[in-house]
């Protein structure tokens, strides 16, 4: 069994940073995208960042904020923020897709860390 455990959320005001973090735990082969998404309140959930082995990728409303990162040897993916605005307040879900020996390749969910930017 695959589990993700995000932490590092909180609440922030504007212009702060947040840094936040996704270990990714289980039996598994390997890890290939792992990605941020997050959710605001009355908004469908959007995809913030991911990265693979090749590179990474942003959403517009992030670039030049937001970085992610990993650590392959901890299985862990790292979302740094910065320059924080209020409307990057929501449910931030980490996304892995990971290779699971009997399953095959699989998209993983955690249950989402609360980011809460004020003015």
């Known amino acids: 069994q695959v589990q993700l455990v995000e932490s590092g959320g909180g609440l922030v005001q504007a212009g702060g940073s947040l840094r936040l973090s996704c270990v990714v735990s289980?039996?598994?082969?390997?890890?290939?995208?792992m990605g941020w998404y997050r959710k605001a309140p009355g908004k469908q959930r959007e995809l913030a960042a991911y990265?693979?082995?090749?590179?990474?990728n942003y959403a517009d409303s992030v670039k030049g904020r937001f970085a992610i990162s990993r650590d392959n040897a901890k299985n862990t993916v790292f979302l740094q923020m910065n320059s924080l605005k209020p409307e990057d307040t929501g449910l931030y879900y980490c996304?892995?897709?990971?290779?699971?020996?009997?399953?095959?390749?699989?998209?993983?969910w955690g249950q989402g860390t609360q980011v809460t930017v004020s003015i």
């Open positions: 996304n892995a897709n990971v290779y699971v020996y009997s399953l095959g390749s699989r998209d993983y």
């Open positions: 289980g039996s598994f082969r390997s890890i290939n995208t």
């Open positions: 990265i693979t082995n090749l590179g990474t």
